[in-house]
T-cell receptor, first 117, second 120 residues
Framework: DGGITQSPKYLFRKEGQNVTLSCEQNLNHDAMYWYRQDPGQGLRLIYYSQIVNDFQKGDIAEGYSVSREKKESFPLTVTSAQKNPTAFYLC????????????????FGPGTRLTVL | AQKITQTQPGMFVQEKEAVTLDCTYDTSDPSYGLFWYKQPSSGEMIFLIYQGSYDQQNATEGRYSLNFQKARKSANLVISASQLGDSAMYFCAMREGVGYSGGGADGLTFGKGTHLIIQP
């Protein structure tokens, strides 16, 4: 089945440690995204990538880093510079350009819940 | 200033009633797209419906329809004949600069959501 996988589902980290969240898709999408969701809040864009080896900062990129070495994979590293990393992290993907009338919906993974101890 | 505003933090609705979830948006770009997503307690995001700024008709998808009032910059989601399984968080989101074809790969801007609870 085509889809997006994120691992792990739950992640615990000690303060001062870097941690990497995995995101893989087999939908053959060019674009991939990382969002952060805090309790009772909407999603906020961290980073996105429209093509391999290229990515752009979103609204809250500070304290995070990404890479896009393969079309299928877009890992997110939460660094020790991120002041408040406890949150729910969602990865998404979409095609870039579709047929006329297409709207390139974003397909989301199941998410990773990160807790800093 | 917020680009997407959802003014209803929570709503209680009786099963089988119709529900309207409010969404207003702010953009100066003539080309944009509006999305609605459902998020059950499991956390996954489920795409429901899309409306493009150039679309002449309101979007519909099964029990979901979008009441798009461009001049008022509102894109309210209407769920007809609500079901217990509709209980979830609902998010309105926007992508600017989509182009007439609706393409583009920039990230979405989300509202804070509405928590909908359907009561039997």
């Amino acid at each position: 089945d085509g889809g997006i996988t994120q691992s792990p589902k739950y992640l615990f980290r000690k303060e001062g440690q870097n941690v990497t969240l995995s995101c893989e898709q087999n939908l053959n999408h060019d674009a991939m995204y990382w969002y952060r969701q805090d309790p009772g809040q909407g999603l906020r864009l961290i980073y996105y990538s429209q093509i391999v080896n290229d990515f752009q900062k979103g609204d809250i990129a500070e304290g995070y880093s990404v890479s896009r070495e393969k079309k299928e994979s877009f890992p997110l590293t939460v660094t020790s510079a991120q002041k408040n990393p406890t949150a729910f992290y969602l990865c998404a993907s979409s095609s870039v350009w579709g047929l006329a009338g297409a709207y390139n919906e974003q397909f989301f993974g199941p998410g990773t819940r990160l807790t800093v101890l | 200033a917020q680009k997407i505003t959802q003014t209803q933090p929570g709503m209680f609705v009786q099963e089988k009633e119709a529900v309207t979830l409010d969404c207003t948006y702010d953009t100066s770009d003539p080309s944009y797209g509006l999305f609605w997503y459902k998020q059950p307690s499991s956390g996954e995001m489920i795409f429901l419906i899309y409306q493009g700024s150039y679309d002449q008709q309101n979007a519909t998808e099964g029990r979901y329809s979008l009441n798009f009032q461009k001049a008022r910059k509102s894109a309210n989601l209407v769920i007809s004949a609500s079901q217990l399984g509709d209980s979830a968080m609902y998010f309105c989101a926007m992508r600017e600069g989509v182009g007439y074809s609706g393409g583009g790969a920039d990230g979405l801007t989300f509202g804070k959501g509405t928590h909908l609870i359907i009561q039997p």
